[in-house]
Nanobody, 115 residues
Framework: QVQLLESGGGLVQAGGSLRLSCAAS????????VGWYRQPPGKQRELVAA???????NYADSVKGRFTISRENAENTVYLQMNILKPEDTGVYYC?????????WGQGTQVTVSS
């Protein structure tokens, strides 16, 4: 059974940092494109950052220079380091692992940035 377990969310003041973790079981994350998505209140889910099986990364323009996605193969975990957080970064953050024919989602973790 595949499971993606996000953790690390919480309440932080603007300018602060958080590190989110996406721990996978049942799949090997290095074989998938893993993305972090977020869903702000009342808005659609959007892609924040992604890392390919080859280690290439891409970011939404709104987070470039502030967020870093990384993968630790030995831990089968993908991280999202979020620095200089802004109130508009508030939302539920989801981890997604996408293969050629299948995709998996985690349950999400709440990030709230106060001004």
């Amino acid at each position: 059974q595949v499971q993606l377990l996000e953790s690390g969310g919480g309440l932080v003041q603007a300018g602060g940092s958080l590190r989110l973790s996406c721990a996978a079981s049942g799949i090997i994350v290095s074989r998938y494109v893993v993305g972090w998505y977020r869903q702000p209140p009342g808005k659609q889910r959007e892609l924040v950052a992604a890392i390919t099986s080859g280690g290439n990364t891409n970011y939404a323009d709104s987070v470039k220079g502030r967020f870093t996605i990384s993968r630790e193969n030995a831990e089968n975990t993908v991280y999202l380091q979020m620095n200089i957080l802004k109130p508009e970064d508030t939302g539920v953050y989801y981890c997604n692992a996408a293969g050629a024919y299948v995709a998996y989602w985690g349950q999400g973790t709440q990030v709230t940035v106060s001004s």
